[in-house]
């Protein structure tokens, strides 16, 4: 077993990276697959989204862990793996990391792929590792990009999530140049729709024709609900808070979407330089 290694990135926040990677991991999970979670994101949006809202609990963080591995100490990331009652394993973050990304700044070699040598143990222990990143593309982004397979860019279907996607597709393909070439770009997926607004459709008709021709643009898309936006603060994925809704419906057909990619590689194809 050898993971694939995927990451939600998108600079801008609130676009559902983080309810993203929450239930592509759990929907993968029912799917039999073994997957670990990675909250890369010091605000802990990730953790907190499955229910370890106390951040004093964590006795082991990424932080922590990545800490080790500059410094040059032996590190075990299973001793800070938290097992979750929906199948999926999480790293997950604290504070800390927002001050490990400042020292990554100041290093003088291998800032970039400090987590690629913690990615690199969890591996054959999975099938799946996800990245949930922050709304940045700072140092801990960087990182994930030089550490990933591939990148789902998830984009809410208005005028300012789309305006940084060629910034971030550029820091892809500039990653894919110095750190990373085997980096690829699985899609972007639209979430938070309201296909009954003539704005959401016209937003989502310009991506398809500005990039849909180069990446891959999901069939799934994720609508707009209230019992989705709901489902973090309760500590519940949207498969237990609203298992029949239409938002776990389409998170159940990017599962299957992300699952016959893997069968068909050629679907993931890189971004333009």
């Known amino acids: 077993m050898t993971a694939n290694v995927k990451i939600l990135a998108n600079q801008k926040g609130g676009v559902g990276k983080t309810t993203t990677a929450e239930s592509l991991g759990i929907g993968l999970a029912q799917k039999g697959k073994k997957i670990l979670l990675i909250d890369g994101d010091a605000q802990g949006s990730l953790s907190a989204s499955l229910g370890y809202t106390d951040r004093d609990d964590f006795d082991v963080t990424l932080a922590s862990m990545m800490e080790k591995i500059i410094r040059g100490q032996p590190m075990d990331f299973q001793e800070g793996v938290l097992h979750h009652s929906e199948g999926v394993d999480l790293i997950p973050a604290s504070i800390d990391l927002a001050n490990t990304e400042l020292f990554l700044v100041g290093l003088p070699m291998g800032r970039e792929r400090v987590l690629s040598k913690l990615i690199e143990?969890?591996?054959?222990?999975?099938?799946?590792?996800?990245?949930?990143?922050?709304?940045?593309?700072?140092?801990?982004?960087?990182?994930?990009?030089?550490?990933?397979?591939?990148?789902?860019?998830?984009?809410?279907?208005?005028?300012?999530?789309?305006?940084?996607?060629?910034?971030?597709?550029?820091?892809?393909?500039?990653?894919?140049?110095?750190?990373?070439?085997?980096?690829?770009?699985?899609?972007?997926?639209?979430?938070?729709?309201?296909?009954?607004?003539?704005?959401?459709?016209?937003?989502?008709?310009?991506?398809?024709?500005?990039?849909?021709?180069?990446?891959?643009?999901?069939?799934?898309?994720?609508?707009?609900?209230?019992?989705?936006?709901?489902?973090?603060?309760?500590?519940?994925?949207?498969?237990?808070?609203?298992?029949?809704?239409?938002?776990?419906?389409?998170?159940?057909?990017?599962?299957?979407?992300?699952?016959?990619?893997?069968?068909?590689?050629?679907?993931?194809?890189?971004?333009?330089?």
């Open 121 to 273: 143990q969890t591996r054959p222990y999975y099938d799946f590792v996800i990245v949930d990143c922050q709304p940045s593309l700072g140092m801990m982004t960087i990182n994930a990009l030089a550490a990933a397979d591939s990148v789902i860019i998830p984009v809410q279907a208005d005028f300012l999530s789309t305006r940084g996607l060629q910034q971030l597709l550029k820091s892809i393909a500039q990653t894919r140049e110095y750190l990373n070439p085997r980096l690829q770009v699985d899609g972007i997926l639209f979430t938070m729709v309201n296909s009954r607004t003539v704005f959401n459709r016209e937003i989502q008709e310009k991506i398809n024709a500005a990039y849909g021709a180069s990446i891959p643009v999901f069939e799934s898309s994720i609508p707009y609900s209230v019992r989705a936006a709901e489902s973090p603060a309760k500590g519940r994925s949207i498969y237990q808070h609203d298992p029949d809704g239409k938002v776990a419906a389409a998170y159940r057909g990017l599962t299957s979407e992300v699952l016959e990619q893997g069968r068909d590689q050629h679907r993931a194809v890189r971004p333009p330089a």
